[in-house]
C-alpha cells in the first residue's frame, strides 16, 4: 500500500481592501548589532591607563638609552654634557673593558656557570614536572608541596649551610660548584611552572604512543617535551634572567678572582674605574653585561607571553 502526501494547502488570498505587507526574503547577512557609544568614565580608565603605561615605558626605557648613550661618551663629555649626544663615538671605551677591566673573562665564566645550569634546571625539571603531572603515586602531593616550599624559603637563611655543603664536597670557588647551586635554586619554581603546564596538555597523545609500543622516556622526549616547548622557553627566560643577575650566591661561594662571574666584575670595575675616574669604560661594561638580557627578551617574547597564557587558553 502506497502512501501518498498531500500538498499543504495555500495561503487564502487577502479579500479586497485588505493591506498587503511584502516580506522580504532571508538573507545570510545579519544586520550591524548598535554599539552603545562609550561612556565617559570609559574615556577616563582608557586615558589614565595608557598614561601609566607610556608613564612607565618611559621610566624603563629611558635610563637604558642614556646609559648606552654614555657608554660612547668620554669622561669630560659625561660630565659637562651628561644629557647630549654623542659628538664621537668612543669605541675604546668598551675595548679597553673588555680587556683591561677583564669583562670578558667575566663574561665567559657567566656563560659557562647560565648555560649549564640553565641545562641542568629543564632537564630535571620537566622530567620532575612530568612525573608529578602525570602519575599517582603514594608521596605525590607530598613532594609536589616540598618544590613549592622550596620557593618561599629566603636564599639569605641558606648561605651559610650552602658554603660548607659545598666545602665539603670540594666544589668551592669552582665553576661546577655554581652550576649546581644554581640548579637547587631554580629547581623549585621550575617544577611548579612546568607541572600546571603539563596538565594542560592532552593526555590521548600520550595514550597513543603507549598503544604503539613507545616506553615511557621515549614518550616523554619525543612527543611530550615537544609538545611543551613554549613553557619550557617561558621557564627558561625567567631563570636565565634570574640565574644572568645573581650577585650574592656567587659573592659568597666563588671568591676566586679568575672564577668572578658577570655581576662580580661590575662591582669590581666599579671599584676599581671610580677611582681611576674611567667613568666611560664602566658605563661600557655596564652596557655589555646588560645587552645579552635585552636580547634574549626581544627574540622571546613572544613565546614567553604564549607559554604564560597557554594554560588558560587550552
Do not use: C
Amino acid at each position: 500500500m502506497k502512501t501518498t502526501q498531500t500538498p499543504a494547502p495555500l495561503p487564502a488570498e487577502p479579500g479586497p481592501g485588505v493591506p498587503v505587507t511584502k516580506v522580504d526574503p532571508p538573507s545570510g547577512k545579519q544586520p550591524p548589532r548598535e554599539t552603545k557609544p562609550e561612556g565617559p568614565r570609559g574615556k577616563v580608565l582608557d586615558v589614565f591607563s595608557h598614561g601609566i603605561l607610556v608613564l612607565w615605558a618611559i621610566m624603563v626605557v629611558l635610563p637604558l638609552l642614556w646609559a648606552v648613550m654614555t657608554s660612547f661618551k668620554d669622561d669630560s663629555a659625561i660630565f659637562g654634557s651628561p644629557w647630549s649626544l654623542p659628538h664621537t663615538l668612543h669605541f675604546d671605551n668598551w675595548s679597553r673593558a673588555w680587556t683591561e677591566a677583564n669583562m670578558s673573562d667575566y663574561f665567559l665564566n657567566t656563560v659557562v656557570v647560565v648555560g649549564g645550569s640553565l641545562i641542568g634546571t629543564l632537564v630535571l625539571g620537566s622530567m620532575a614536572a612530568y612525573v608529578l603531572a602525570r602519575f599517582d603515586f603514594p608521596g605525590n602531593r607530598f613532594i609536589y608541596f616540598l618544590f613549592i616550599g622550596g620557593m618561599s624559603f629566603p636564599i639569605m637563611l641558606a648561605l651559610v649551610p650552602l658554603f660548607y655543603v659545598v666545602n665539603n664536597m670540594g666544589l668551592l670557588n669552582s665553576l661546577p660548584g655554581l652550576i649546581l647551586v644554581y640548579i637547587a635554586y631554580s629547581l623549585p619554581f621550575t617544577v611548579f611552572f612546568l607541572t600546571a603546564f603539563f596538565r594542560t596538555l592532552p593526555t590521548s597523545v600520550a595514550e597513543a604512543a603507549f598503544v604503539d609500543g613507545a616506553s615511557h622516556s621515549r614518550t616523554f622526549f619525543q612527543i611530550m617535551l615537544p609538545m611543551a616547548r613554549p613553557g619550557l622557553i617561558s621557564v627558561g627566560i625567567f631563570n636565565f634572567l634570574g640565574q644572568w643577575n645573581q650577585y650574592m650566591l656567587p659573592t659568597v661561594l666563588n671568591t676566586d678572582p679568575d672564577k668572578r662571574v658577570l655581576t662580580q666584575g661590575l662591582v669590581q670595575l666599579a671599584v676599581s674605574q671610580g677611582y681611576k675616574g674611567d667613568w666611560s669604560g664602566l658605563f661600557a661594561g655596564l652596557v655589555m653585561a646588560m645587552l645579552p638580557v635585552l636580547a634574549a627578551y626581544v627574540v622571546f617574547q613572544r613565546q614567553v607571553v604564549q607559554g604564560l597564557t597557554a594554560g588558560a587558553l587550552k
